[in-house]
Nanobody, 115 residues
Framework: QVQLAESGGGLVQAGGSLRLSCAAS????????MGWYRQARGKQRELVAHITSGGSTSYANTIKGRFTISGDNAKNTVYLQMNRLKPEDTADYYC?????????WGQGTQVTVSS
């Protein structure tokens, strides 16, 4: 079992920044990739950013150049630095962890960007 705890969401004005954190605990040694997804009201959940245990990253086109995913292995934590936020970034953001035969999700953290 893997437990994921997100934090860092909130209300920010357009153009501002937020940093989301996702702390993993439990059977973390089996994790080979982690990611951030988001789900806006009335829309499907979509991938925002992804990082492998080797440090390879990938991003959705809608946020490329504005968001950065990174990991701190010592703290078992993955971050999502979000800059130049736009109202369309408003959503619930979820962290996930992937491993052999499993995928775990955090409870989500809300991000609201006002215009």
């Amino acid at each position: 079992q893997v437990q994921l705890a997100e934090s860092g969401g909130g209300l920010v004005q357009a153009g501002g920044s937020l940093r989301l954190s996702c702390a993993a605990s439990g059977s973390i040694f089996d994790i080979n990739a982690m990611g951030w997804y988001r789900q806006a009201r009335g829309k499907q959940r979509e991938l925002v950013a992804h990082i492998t245990s080797g440090g390879s990253t990938s991003y959705a086109n809608t946020i490329k150049g504005r968001f950065t995913i990174s990991g701190d292995n010592a703290k078992n934590t993955v971050y999502l630095q979000m800059n130049r936020l736009k109202p369309e970034d408003t959503a619930d953001y979820y962290c996930n962890a992937d491993g052999p035969g499993f995928r775990y999700w955090g409870q989500g953290t809300q991000v609201t960007v006002s215009s």
